[in-house]
């Protein structure tokens, strides 16, 4: 029982120090699907579009995570390496968290004016 408390412990200990690292990742890995800092309207339309899986003029959040995921896995680099290494309900709530910093109105989905992903 020690043993499993020590290791739960290690691993959220691990998980806070790592927290704002993977966080940091995620942003990073966003912005070299989306689009350059000079704001390229149409790299940023056609990143929106690429993610907007259903073709609703909006992104969910499921839609948000397969399309990061996918992102993370096909940029390789050592973000994505770090980002695959996390357990799946650390990766969600990586994403979760990035998802609430876009969706600034608490919309519970993006549109085109929430789709920032460098930020």
Do not use: C
Not at 15 to 25: D, E, K, V
Not at 36 to 49: L, V
Not at 90 to 109: I, P, V, W
């Amino acid at each position: 029982m020690f043993d499993a408390f020590k290791e739960f412990a290690i691993r959220i200990g691990a998980f806070a120090l790592l927290s704002p690292l993977i966080l940091g990742m995620v942003g990073p890995a966003l912005s070299d699907m989306a689009f350059a800092q000079d704001g390229s309207g149409d790299r940023r339309m056609a990143s929106f579009q690429a993610a907007d899986a259903n073709h609703d003029g909006r992104i969910s959040q499921d839609e948000f995570e397969a399309f990061a995921k996918a992102r993370m896995a096909s940029s390789g680099g050592m973000r994505a390496a770090m980002f695959s290494r996390l357990a799946p309900e650390d990766q969600k709530a990586r994403l979760d968290e990035k998802f609430a910093q876009m969706d600034t109105s608490g919309k519970g989905y993006l549109t085109p004016d929430d789709w920032h992903p460098q930020s």
